[in-house]
């Protein structure tokens, strides 16, 4: 790393930033989540002596010092000071620091987390047993329906494609994209999450649905949008056309634990209300199409009542990494409150004991939160368009949000 080059030169900086972030696949293979940058960059960092993570804690400390220097605009700084804090965090880390699991999220994500009310918990089981009445406890009633709600897998392929083609077409018409962009999606297994984007630039995408888990009609929807449209590869797309086009160069990586994801799954988790809020009734036209019975309308109301058990799946790793609770007591506390399966318990707890995405839980909670309450300041819909259309195209942070709403 030269002093001197971070000091004078935008340019300068931005390439030793990306060469730190490549350097952290090199601890831990999916780090770099997305990079659309500089082939040889990558294949050097790749062809590399692996790199200790003390020295990279260093280099994220130094390029952190030099950012006032590099001759980038406040909004860049921004973006970058809050990513380095976050890469400085994961450098320690794999250097074996104890860290507490709330600090530790704050460093990645720019948020700090709490144990929620259980009385949140017990409204939404209120809430969802209205909407599912009958005998039988909640929970029975919940995996009944959910059950009936599972999409048959050979027919899995045929709902992902029009599911995909309805609402590209909705995003399309709202927030334009490049007329080369595409989606391929594929079916895997042995994975600790449900679905996943992997951009591979060029405005290319490819979407993985796990094919360990059900799938679930009125939960399909909400998966394609959140990985598709106009969920990450529109962001990836529409952040590739701008803001790359114009130089920022730092936007070609994407970097798993920093607050990039935290934004970037709100928007996602946000993204089907985006294009469709009356996605219920929406649903099932589509279903119709295809020969398959689904209650859009009850669906709807089944999900926004079980929104607030959003909560839960955080709370369940600061029982087990804050407050050192076994795992078999954090697979009950989901099952209690998540009205899941063991199984799915189990699936979760996956998720949570990985290295990699034991804190990014929180992504999802709190950008579902903070992302929500910002979008809900919007005085009308075409304002509130007009905001996702801003998380889409604009490099902001948890911190930007925060100050906005103040």
């Known amino acids: 790393m030269t002093a001197g080059l971070i000091k004078t030169t935008s340019d300068g900086f931005v390439r030793e930033y990306l060469l730190l972030g490549l350097s952290f696949d090199r601890l831990e293979e999916?780090?770099?989540?997305?990079?659309?940058?500089?082939?040889d960059m990558r294949r050097s960092v790749a062809n590399s002596p692996a790199p200790q993570p003390r020295e990279l804690a260093r280099r994220a400390a130094a390029l952190r010092n030099d950012l006032g220097s590099a001759g980038l605009t406040r909004r860049r700084e921004v973006f970058l000071d809050a990513h380095l804090r976050a890469l400085e965090c994961s450098a320690r880390k794999?250097?074996?620091?104890?860290?507490?699991?709330?600090?530790?999220?704050?460093?990645?994500?720019?948020?700090?987390?709490?144990?929620?009310?259980?009385?949140?918990?017990?409204?939404?089981?209120?809430?969802?047993?209205?909407?599912?009445?009958?005998?039988?406890?909640?929970?029975?009633?919940?995996?009944?329906?959910?059950?009936?709600?599972?999409?048959p897998p050979e027919r899995l392929p045929e709902c992902v494609a029009a599911f995909a083609s309805a609402l590209r077409e909705e995003v399309r018409r709202r927030y334009p994209l490049p007329p080369e962009e595409r989606v391929d999606y594929e079916v895997v297994s042995d994975k600790p999450w449900s679905g996943f984007n992997y951009y591979r630039g060029g405005y290319r995408s490819t979407v993985a649905i796990n094919s360990d888990l059900p799938q679930y009609m009125s939960a399909l929807p909400h998966l394609v949008a959140h990985e598709a449209y106009p969920g990450h590869h529109t962001e990836h797309c529409r952040k590739e056309a701008g803001l790359v086009a114009a130089g920022e160069?730092?936007?070609?990586?994407?970097?798993?634990?920093?607050?990039?994801?935290?934004?970037?799954?709100?928007?996602?988790?946000?993204?089907?209300?985006?294009?469709?809020?009356d996605w219920g009734r929406w649903a099932e036209e589509i279903y119709a199409d295809l020969g398959l019975r689904f209650d859009g309308e009850r669906a709807q109301r089944l999900s926004e009542a079980s929104a607030q058990l959003l909560g839960v799946r955080q709370d369940a790793a600061l029982l087990l990494h804050d407050r050192r609770r076994s795992a078999d007591e954090v697979a009950e506390f989901l099952q209690r409150w998540s009205l899941v399966t063991p199984q799915r318990a189990r699936q979760s707890l996956r998720f949570l004991t990985s290295g990699l995405w034991r804190a990014y839980i929180s992504t999802y909670v709190e950008g579902y939160r903070l992302l929500g309450t910002w979008l809900d300041r919007a005085r009308d819909a075409?304002?509130?368009?007009?905001?996702?259309?801003?998380?889409?195209?604009?490099?902001?942070?948890?911190?930007?949000?925060?100050?906005?709403?103040?």
């Open 30 to 39: 999916g780090f770099v989540d997305a990079f659309t940058g500089d082939p």
């Open 382 to 406: 075409d304002e509130r368009a007009q905001r996702f259309g801003r998380l889409l195209d604009e490099p902001l942070t948890p911190e930007g949000l925060r100050r906005e709403l103040d």
């Open 94 to 151: 794999f250097a074996g620091d104890e860290i507490g699991f709330v600090d530790e999220v704050a460093a990645y994500f720019d948020v700090h987390i709490e144990l929620g009310d259980p009385q949140h918990y017990q409204q939404a089981h209120r809430l969802m047993a209205q909407v599912l009445p009958g005998s039988g406890s909640l929970a029975e009633r919940v995996q009944a329906h959910r059950k009936a709600d599972e999409i």
């Open 249 to 277: 160069l730092e936007q070609t990586i994407f970097l798993v634990n920093t607050p990039q994801c935290l934004m970037a799954e709100g928007l996602a988790d946000h993204a089907l209300r985006a294009v469709v809020p």
